[in-house]
């Protein structure tokens, strides 16, 4: 049964911090999602890539994000310096065609 | 932008119950429409899809048709089970081609089934 994997799933991590988030995606599938889900602003999506490229990251806040794929069975999100507003759940996708199937999340506390 | 919009809810049904969740949309090109599902502490799983218009999606007895006339996308089902609790995303993905491409969501519909 092929899943999304998400490391780690939960955690806290004070104010300015570097936080590092992982996805395995589903071997085969050629896009890479990833997406935050707050109770403010709901599910949004931060960047994708297609076949390990960046395609759009036009959600993601520049100055302290960065999302990247460095081989077919791996997905980074990073931030640096991480503040409060930061702390939300974190969600990897794969997809093929037009199916994405959602890893568990990375629940994120920023203190 | 394209944007979806849907009751928040929460939505408290009788089991048995007959369930409608509203769900309208705006997009600059001509979307694929999903419904996902939320059980508490997991990601979302794909509930049905449509890609043109008067399509039916369906599954697992929920179904929704693509309506392009009124934008609109509402999910159905006629009978709900206690275990169809959980908090349900209409969401749209304009294809730029060679794969899925990101979903715009709406807010979420909590849905309560009490037995």
């Known amino acids: 049964d092929a899943r999304v994997t998400q490391t780690p799933r939960h955690k806290v991590t004070e104010m300015g911090q570097e936080v590092t988030m992982r996805c395995q995606p589903i071997?085969?599938?050629?896009?890479v999602f990833w997406y935050r889900q707050t109770m403010m602003q709901g599910l949004e999506l931060l960047a994708y890539f297609r076949n390990r490229a960046p395609l759009d990251d036009s959600g993601m806040p520049k100055d302290r994000f960065s999302a990247e794929m460095p081989d077919a069975t791996l997905a980074t999100l990073k931030i640096q310096p991480s503040e409060p507003r930061d702390s939300a759940v974190y969600f990897c996708a794969s997809g093929f065609l037009l199916e994405q199937f959602f890893g568990p999340g990375t629940r994120l506390t920023v203190l | 932008g394209d944007s979806v919009t849907q009751m928040e809810g929460p939505v408290t049904l009788s089991e048995e119950a007959f369930l409608t969740i509203n769900c309208t949309y705006t997009?600059?090109?001509?979307?694929?429409l999903f419904w996902y599902v939320q059980y508490p502490g997991e990601g979302l799983q794909l509930l049905l899809k449509?890609?043109?218009?008067?399509d039916k999606g369906s599954n697992k007895g929920f179904e929704a048709t693509y309506r392009k006339e009124t934008t609109s996308f509402h999910l159905e089902k006629g009978s709900v089970q206690v275990s169809d609790s959980a908090v349900y995303f209409c969401a749209l993905s304009v294809s730029a081609g060679g794969g899925a491409d990101g979903l715009t969501f709406g807010k979420g519909t909590h849905l309560i089934i009490q037995p």
């Open positions: 997009a600059t090109g001509y979307p694929s």
């Open positions: 071997l085969g599938h050629n896009t």
């Open positions: 449509a890609t043109k218009a008067d």
